[in-house]
């Protein structure tokens, strides 16, 4: 039997518009562009991979012009003519001629699980051991930036049992303010409703203590990423000072990021990314350092669209301690899709699809209506 090859790698920009602005503390979100990666082989199968972050070059130093370029430039004349199915030593090839681009490594490496397990004939996460469940839990998170509208938005979710968790996004503001419409929507929605607020490394760590004082006292869940993420000193203090957990995000960024997180007892929970840590791979590795640590987990997204979602809840759903769920809601946030069959969301949860590699489609009417020319 010949050896099987790589032929080619093509990669596309596509542009989807999102159903309402998205507020974060460095910018306002209009539309997702994602980076999609098809990786063709010798075998003919096709491995589908994304790549996406969140407000265009404001949130990370990757981007979807960079992301297609540097994949377009340096990873393709790396891979063409190796062999897909030899993973491990592929991205270790990566790791070894490209520095960082772990949003591309991400991509690039779903690509190649996704192509390997259409190969074996099995789902994405039978390569790393197999499910623990066929659903996993999904919030919604609230950056409309206006009280009454979140809270009629997350009343209208809870009536549909789509989701009962919801992440509100903060920092932009004044502390009070934000505060203020935190406690409205805590108030609103009743204790048995789980609330959590994303700060997004807005705060110093002197705002930080006054404030999640006032949003424990207000019975607010979980605190994510309140300090720049370098700062894993404050990290670890507010971690000692407050009942509430501290979750580590932007600071979990790396196999190393975890080690040094666990070591200093800087977070009770890891928000965990397939695009900063590069990929499915580095996230079975960071959450087996939180299990050793008792540290829980936490299935965090780049805002993906369908691919990198479903890539994200393959390796989520064979996480033993991912006891704060996830927030896959990605693709529920635009207004189309570029596959043929989309995610099922139902009872909170989102269902992971059964079918061999990720269980997806393109469908290139779609990506030919949204890819950018």
């Known amino acids: 039997m010949s050896e099987i090859k790589i032929t080619r790698i093509e990669t596309f ?5 999102t159903i309402r602005p998205h507020h974060l503390s460095m910018a306002v979100m209009r539309t997702q562009s994602m980076v999609i990666i098809r990786l063709f082989s010798s075998d003919g ?5 994304e790549a996406t972050t969140i407000g265009g070059i ?14 377009d430039t340096y990873f393709t004349p790396l891979l063409v003519n190796q062999d897909p199915t030899k993973i491990n030593s592929l991205m270790k090839l990566l790791d070894k001629n490209v520095s960082g681009n772990n949003f591309a490594k991400s991509g690039i490496e779903t690509a190649l699980l996704d192509a390997h397990a259409k190969r074996l004939g099995v789902p994405v996460h039978n390569l790393f051991g197999g499910a623990l469940s066929p659903t996993l839990p999904v919030l919604w998170t609230l950056a409309s930036g206006n009280t009454d509208t ?23 503001r004044d502390p009070k303010a934000d505060i203020e419409h935190v406690s409205a929507i805590k108030s609103a929605l009743g204790e048995s409703v789980k609330i959590t607020v ?8 002197q705002i930080a203590k006054r404030a999640i004082q006032k949003l424990q006292d207000a019975g607010v869940d979980l605190i994510e990423q309140p300090l720049a993420k370098h700062n894993f000193e404050g990290m670890a203090r507010l971690s000692a000072y407050f009942e509430v957990p501290i979750m580590a995000d932007e600071a979990a960024g790396s196999v190393q990021d975890a080690y040094k997180l666990a070591k200093l007892n800087a977070a009770r929970v890891f928000a965990l990314k397939i695009a900063k840590s590069g990929g499915l791979t580095n996230i079975a590795k960071q959450a087996a350092i939180a299990q050793g640590a008792g540290i829980s987990l936490y299935g965090g997204t780049m805002l993906e669209g369908t691919i ?4 994200s809840a393959h390796i989520f759903s064979t996480l033993p301690n991912l006891d704060w769920g996830t927030e896959l809601f990605g693709p529920l946030l635009l207004t189309d899709d570029i596959v043929k069959k989309p995610i099922t969301y139902k009872n909170f949860s989102l269902e992971i699809p059964q079918g061999a590699g990720l269980g997806i489609e393109l469908d290139m009417n779609q990506v030919e209506k949204y890819k950018r020319k």
């Open 198 to 205: 994303d700060v997004n490394q807005a705060w110093s760590e």
């Open 150 to 172: 979140d809270i009629a938005e997350a009343q209208k979710l809870l009536t549909d049992k789509k989701h009962n968790v919801f992440k509100l996004k903060i920092g932009s």
């Open 45 to 49: 199968i096709e491995g589908l991979g």
């Open 58 to 71: 404001s949130y990370a130093d990757e981007f979807p012009e960079g992301i297609k370029l540097a994949i």
């Open 308 to 311: 990198g979602t479903l890539a």
């Open 13 to 17: 920009i596509v542009d989807l518009p």
